[in-house]
């Protein structure tokens, strides 16, 4: 069975990094799609970066563009996401998810439990 396991929030100042990890079991990431989601209260579920198969390329929305960087470590099944400068706008929970290729959460399968980020000075 597919689970996923978000690890890596915590609070950051204005301006800061940090680097979330999403663990992944059942499937390989050799030919599975894992994709990053986020929400902050009383907003919608956000897709914010997904990895496109068919393209090898990554997608990211507008809003994280030039901030937020995807890799993974096929070894140890894990994907990983880097954010920098990051802003107070950015606060909230943050999701891998499996199961899908597009940044419609409904489409997806599995999630994490989420891990909070905050950004506040």
């Known amino acids: 069975q597919v689970r996923l396991v978000e690890s890596g929030g915590g609070l950051v100042q204005p301006g800061g990094s940090l680097s979330l990890s999403c663990a992944v079991s059942g499937v390989s990431l050799d030919v599975y799609p894992i994709a990053w989601f986020r929400q902050a209260p009383g907003k919608e579920r956000e897709g914010i970066l997904c990895f496109k198969p068919g393209d090898g390329t990554t997608y990211y929305v507008d809003s994280v563009k030039d901030r937020f960087t995807y890799s993974r470590d096929n070894a140890v099944n894990t994907v990983y996401l880097h954010m920098s400068s990051l802003q107070p706008e950015d606060t909230g929970v943050y999701y891998c998810?499996?199961?899908?290729?597009?940044?419609?959460?409904?489409?997806?399968?599995?999630w994490g439990q989420g891990t909070q980020v905050t950004v506040s000075s």
């Open positions: 998810a499996a199961g899908s290729i597009t940044n419609n959460a409904a489409a997806y399968s599995y």
